[in-house]
């Protein structure tokens, strides 16, 4: 049987993809009567998919007020990239000691798109190559579930606008973090390549959870990372050999 789809469903969709976009930008603030509104459909669904969105952990409801548009928490930074580190650390790892010559030569095209978009001031095209980079190493482990995790896990800070680039450090920065992995890669040290894509991954943490930082909510101590990394490392070296 196929699931009915109800009015509550697509007043969900409607304004979660408002939310993603941008077109409802973090902090502001939206009457449930003015959704009501806008989307030309009663309160009771747009109550109960405020009610799912707050549960997703877009919106935060104010009584008396409306919804709130969450921005990106110091908890919300560290919980993907805590994840992305038990992700990619040891897909590195597993890349260097496995990836074929082809997909060596993918990731340093992929660096030279890089090199190549800092050296021209294209933000657009620097993150594009960024983004494939990072995915053809994913690619070489060949588990499709994983890479989709982890760009889902990018998407939900990025789409809500978090992002060191202009903010932290500028494209030569990045572009530097990702040359000692891929050159780890293409000399076939597992070891490096895991170190390098921890380092990267932590440093980049570390400036968005600062980023993000209130009083009401303090990016936690450099030491953020150290309950992964033992565990991080046996993995990167776990993988050479199997």
Do not use: C, K
């Not at 994913?138 to 994983?146: D, P």
């Not at 978090?162 to 890669?185: F, K, N, W």
């Not at 990016?219 to 490392?233: F, N, S, V």
């Amino acid at each position: 049987m196929v699931a009915r789809v109800t009015t509550t469903d697509r007043v969900f969709a409607s304004l979660r993809e408002s939310i993603l976009s941008g077109e409802f930008p973090a902090g502001s603030l939206h009457s449930i009567y003015r959704l009501a509104d806008l989307l030309e459909v009663s309160r009771t669904p747009v109550r109960e998919a405020v009610l799912r969105l707050a549960d997703a952990g877009l919106v935060t409801i104010e009584r008396n007020r409306g919804v709130r548009i969450r921005g990106v928490s110091v908890a919300d930074v560290r919980a993907v990239f805590e994840l992305r580190l038990m992700i990619e650390v040891p897909a590195a790892a597993y890349a260097a000691a496995h990836a074929s010559d082809e997909a060596v030569r993918v990731l340093e095209a992929e660096l030279d798109g890089m090199r190549a978009a800092a050296e021209a001031g294209d933000e657009t095209a620097f993150t594009i190559h960024d983004r494939a980079l990072h995915e053809a190493i994913g690619a070489v482990l060949g588990n499709q579930r994983a890479q989709h995790e982890v760009a889902a896990l990018r998407d939900s800070i990025q789409t809500r606008g978090a992002s060191t680039l202009h903010r932290s450090r500028g494209m030569p920065e990045i572009l530097g973090e990702h040359v000692p992995i891929v050159t780890a890669i293409a000399a076939r040290d597992p070891e490096a390549a895991a170190s390098h894509m921890e380092a990267h991954l932590v440093s980049t943490a570390t400036l968005l959870m600062a980023q993000a930082a209130t009083a009401d909510d303090p990016a936690p101590g450099t030491g953020w990372a150290d309950r992964l990394r033992a565990h991080l490392y046996v993995a990167g070296r776990g993988v050479a050999s199997q």
